[in-house]
C-alpha cells in the first residue's frame, strides 16, 4: 500500500481538535459547524458569550466544548490552553476569529484617536498574536498543526472600516509569513481574507450598505459567513499544502 504523502488532501477530520476563538460568533460559529461536520472536535473560546453552550449544543458531532477566556488577557489565554490539554489532550486546529472594528471614515484623522487606535490594535493585532503564542505549543506538539486567522482584504487594498483596523490586519498577515517560517513543518499558518460579510460584525452597517456594495462587486452580491468557513474547512482539508500565504474569499470585491 502506498503512504500518503505528508499534507496531502484529507476528507475528514476524525480525532482533530479544534479552538475557535471566538467561536460564538457568526464567522467562528460557522467555521466550527463545518470542521465539526468533518469529525472535528470543536472547543469554542469567547469571552463570556451567555449563549455558548447553546452554540456548542448546535454543532454536529461529539466531544465540543467552550472554555471562557479574553484574547487581550494572556494569562487567561494560557489557562484556556491547560484546560483544552487536560480535557482533549491536544490541539491540531487554531482559528483566530475574535476581533472588533468601528467605523471611522480614511479621511477623519481627528476621528481616529489614540484610545481607538489602541484598543483596535490590542483586539485584533496584540490579541491574534498571543492566542497563537498560548496554543503553539500544543499546535507543535500535535504534530500537524494549522493556524488560520481571519484577516480582511483591507489588508492589502488599505480601504476598510478604519485605518488601525487595516494596519491590525495587515500586521496578522505579514506575522503570520513570519510564524510560517519559524513553525514549519510542524505547524501551517494561513489567512483568509474576506472582503464585506453578511453579518453585524461592523457596527452600522446594514441592507442598504450590503446593497451598494454587492452592485461594485464582480461577483454580484456579497459574502455569508458560509463563505468564509468554507475557506477555513478548506485550509484544514484540501489545502494542506499550503502555509505563508492567504486565501482572498471576496466575490473580487478587490479588483
Do not use: W
Amino acid at each position: 500500500m502506498t503512504q500518503a504523502s505528508p499534507f496531502a488532501p484529507q476528507d475528514r477530520l476524525d480525532g482533530k481538535v479544534a479552538v475557535i476563538a471566538g467561536g460564538t460568533g457568526a464567522i467562528g460559529h460557522a467555521s466550527a459547524r463545518r470542521l465539526a461536520a468533518r469529525g472535528a472536535r470543536c472547543v469554542l473560546l469567547h469571552n463570556g458569550d451567555p449563549a455558548a453552550r447553546a452554540r456548542v449544543s448546535e454543532l454536529p458531532g461529539e466531544g465540543h466544548a467552550e472554555v471562557v477566556a479574553s484574547i487581550t488577557d494572556s494569562p487567561a489565554l494560557k489557562s484556556a490552553a491547560d484546560r483544552v490539554r487536560a480535557e482533549f489532550g491536544t490541539c491540531h486546529i487554531l482559528i483566530n476569529s475574535a476581533g472588533y472594528t468601528k467605523p471611522v471614515p480614511a479621511a477623519d484623522l481627528d476621528g481616529l484617536t489614540d484610545e481607538l487606535i489602541d484598543d483596535i490594535l490590542k483586539v485584533n493585532f496584540r490579541g491574534v498574536f498571543a492566542t497563537i503564542r498560548a496554543f503553539a505549543p500544543l499546535l507543535k506538539e500535535s504534530g500537524d498543526g494549522l493556524i488560520v486567522t481571519l484577516s480582511s482584504i483591507a489588508a492589502f487594498t488599505g480601504v476598510g472600516s478604519n485605518l488601525a483596523y487595516v494596519a491590525a490586519k495587515a500586521s496578522v498577515d505579514v506575522v503570520g509569513e513570519a510564524l510560517a517560517r519559524v513553525l514549519a513543518p510542524h505547524v501551517r499558518v494561513l489567512s483568509v481574507s474576506p472582503g464585506v460579510v453578511d453579518s453585524s460584525f461592523v457596527p452600522g452597517r446594514g441592507a442598504d450598505f450590503n446593497a451598494k456594495t454587492a452592485a461594485t462587486t464582480p461577483l454580484g452580491r456579497i459574502g455569508t459567513t458560509d463563505d468564509i468557513a468554507a475557506a477555513v474547512e478548506a485550509c484544514a482539508t484540501s489545502l494542506r499544502f499550503a502555509t505563508g500565504t492567504r486565501i482572498v474569499v471576496d466575490g473580487g470585491r478587490h479588483l
